[in-house]
T-cell receptor
Framework: GAVVSQHPSWVICKSGTSVKIECRSLDFQATTMFWYRQFPKQSLMLMATSNEGSKATYEQGVEKDKFLINHASLTLSTLTVTSAHPEDSSFYIC?????????????FGPGTRLTVT | DAKTTQPTSMDCAEGRAANLPCNHSTISGNEYVYWYRQIHSQGPQYIIHGLKNNETNEMASLIITEDRKSSTLILPHATLRDTAVYYCIVLRYGTASKLTFGTGTRLQVTL
């Protein structure tokens, strides 16, 4: 299957600072990437859809000014958590999809665990 | 996209087949059934998907009922490494399709 990487795999930051998370599609071009957030013992919640060369589409309830998404190339999307607070501590996961012989498949990165102190 | 219902948790002995059910009674004709799993603290892993025919790959088999209102994911010989949360998702086929995750089934494989 396709490979999606994320960097960093974990990060600890102080309250009020900003953190950037990178998502890379390693072996195919991704015009669309998705960003999810997962709190402990909960399911994944879609935050936004990142489109290469255009503005991201945010899900209801997700603050676009707090979670800045940039998708400047076909292989890289970044999520910046601005002015992070402890309640932003979560597991952030990106994904992207591709259509192959067996149809559409979506692949996920390994996730980035953010802890805000 | 149609809603899915899965049992909250299941246990399976190592070496036995794990059969994970999913109900998707409101599925539409152009919606596929996808299965993903998430091992603790990792990103979800694609397992298999299908439309109406049964499907098999190196990881699992997917059995979809004739009316397509339910399906079963089968792990033929479960191992401890198959312990994970398994998500059944119904998705309209196409590129750039966002996945909506439910609560999934927590499968515990035991010795």
């Amino acid at each position: 299957g396709a490979v999606v990487s994320q960097h960093p795999s974990w990060v600890i930051c102080k309250s009020g600072t900003s953190v950037k998370i990178e998502c890379r599609s390693l072996d195919f071009q991704a015009t669309t990437m998705f960003w999810y957030r997962q709190f402990p013992k909960q399911s994944l919640m879609l935050m936004a859809t990142s489109n290469e060369g255009s503005k991201a589409t945010y899900e209801q309830g997700v603050e676009k000014d707090k979670f800045l998404i940039n998708h400047a190339s076909l292989t890289l999307s970044t999520l910046t958590v601005t002015s992070a607070h402890p309640e932003d501590s979560s597991f952030y996961i990106c994904s992207t999809g591709t259509s192959g012989r067996s149809g559409y498949e979506q692949y996920f990165g390994p996730g980035t665990r953010l802890t805000v102190t | 996209d149609a809603k899915t219902t899965q049992p909250t948790s299941m246990d399976c002995a190592e070496g036995r087949a794990a059969n994970l059910p999913c109900n998707h009674s409101t599925i539409s004709g152009n919606e596929y059934v996808y299965w993903y799993r998430q091992i603790h603290s990792q990103g979800p892993q694609y397992i298999i998907h299908g439309l109406k025919n049964n499907e098999t790959n190196e990881m699992a088999s997917l059995i979809i009922t004739e009316d397509r209102k339910s399906s079963t994911l089968i792990l033929p010989h479960a191992t401890l490494r198959d312990t994970a949360v398994y998500y059944c998702i119904v998705l309209r086929y196409g590129t750039a399709s966002k996945l909506t995750f439910g609560t999934g089934t927590r499968l515990q494989v035991t010795l």
